[in-house]
């Protein structure tokens, strides 16, 4: 899942191309999530659908114990 206030900022992009090409279907085609930032498993490939709910609902990778936020610790 992807909360609303990440979904919203500016970086957070729905990509069908990359560096000018459009994507291929190994890389996601027709189009990807990107979330910058975040670790890759959050980058959702082969997105066909989007549902907006008020609960938290654990995606494929969450569900195997993968953290529920993810977000990247970059350090400082």
């Not at 609303?4 to 560096?19: G, H, V």
């Not at 027709?30 to 938290?56: A, C, E, M, Q």
């Amino acid at each position: 899942d992807l909360p609303i206030w990440k979904a919203m900022e500016d970086s957070t992009l729905i990509a069908y191309e990359a560096n000018g090409i459009p994507l291929t279907t190994v890389h996601g085609y027709p189009v990807r999530l990107v979330v910058p930032r975040w670790w890759g498993y959050s980058y959702t490939k082969w997105l066909f659908r989007i549902h907006v709910t008020d609960k938290n609902v654990l995606g494929y990778w969450e569900s195997l114990g993968y953290p529920d936020i993810a977000r990247k610790n970059l350090g400082g």
